[in-house]
């Protein structure tokens, strides 16, 4: 397997842009996770789906970001309108069923999100 | 109070030597615990699994303190490839198997 992939590996927008960020997760995993990373607040979790049903977006920081899972295989992230705050490296990861002791999370190499 | 609570460091560790550091949770459901690698500018990586008796992986030890609501990791022998952020993973089920990750301990292995 390819592993979890995630396009654009680097994103630069101005402010006010729209973006759309890109995951396939590792066929077969039920369980997908976005995650944000900055040096001053460190790997955040945005939203997570498990089976294509998104189950908790409390770490979405505000309206401008939303996310969706149309199927197993593709999630997207979206920033509209984006915000140099908004600059960061967004990981996507994905696991099997998180109810095992050995449920590993596989990361995607990120998007590294610049936004002028 | 964050979920999941590191020191930052960096930790700054003379080769040969062994370096520890803890990590702290807040949420008492949580039921499975990791250890993940970060390269500079690269994805995370699993280490090792945390289990409940403590576990090795060569010159790496594991420990849960579930009672203080902590695990631990300690790095024997450090080697200058050791130099990474480490950081922990916590799987708390209760509230939807949600993953939440501490903010990584930096780990500074020198000749």
């Known amino acids: 397997d390819a592993g979890v992939i995630q396009s654009p590996r680097h994103e630069v927008t101005e402010m006010g842009q729209e973006v759309t960020l890109r995951c396939k997760p590792i066929?077969?995993?039920?369980?997908l996770f976005w995650y944000r990373q900055t040096m001053m607040r460190g790997l955040e979790l945005l939203i997570y789906?498990?089976?294509?049903?998104?189950?908790?977006d409390s770490g979405m920081p505000e309206d401008r970001f939303s996310a969706k899972m149309p199927n197993a295989s593709f999630s997207t992230l979206k920033i509209q309108p984006s915000e140099p705050r908004d600059s960061a490296v967004y990981f996507c990861?994905?696991?099997?069923?998180?109810?095992?002791?050995?449920?590993?999370?596989?990361f995607g190499q990120g998007t590294r999100l610049t936004v002028v | 109070r964050k979920e999941v609570e590191q020191d930052p460091g960096p930790f700054n560790v003379p080769e040969g030597a062994t370096v520890a550091f803890n990590c702290t949770y807040s949420?008492?459901?949580?039921?499975?615990f990791f250890w993940y690698r970060q390269d500079c500018r690269k994805e995370p990586k699993l280490l090792m699994s945390?289990?409940?008796s403590g576990n090795e992986d060569g010159r790496f030890t594991a420990q849960l303190n579930r009672a203080s609501q902590y695990i631990s990791l300690l790095i024997r022998d450090s080697k200058l490839s050791d130099s990474a952020t480490y950081l922990c993973?916590?799987?708390?089920?209760?509230?939807?198997?949600?993953?939440?990750f501490g903010g990584g301990t930096r780990v500074l292995v020198k000749p």
């Open positions: 066929s077969g995993h039920n369980s």
């Open positions: 993973a916590v799987w708390a089920w209760a509230a939807g198997n949600k993953l939440t």
């Open positions: 945390v289990y409940s």
């Open positions: 789906f498990n089976n294509n049903v998104p189950i908790d």
């Open positions: 949420n008492s459901a949580s039921q499975s």
């Open positions: 990861a994905s696991t099997r069923d998180g109810r095992g002791m050995n449920t590993e999370a596989f």
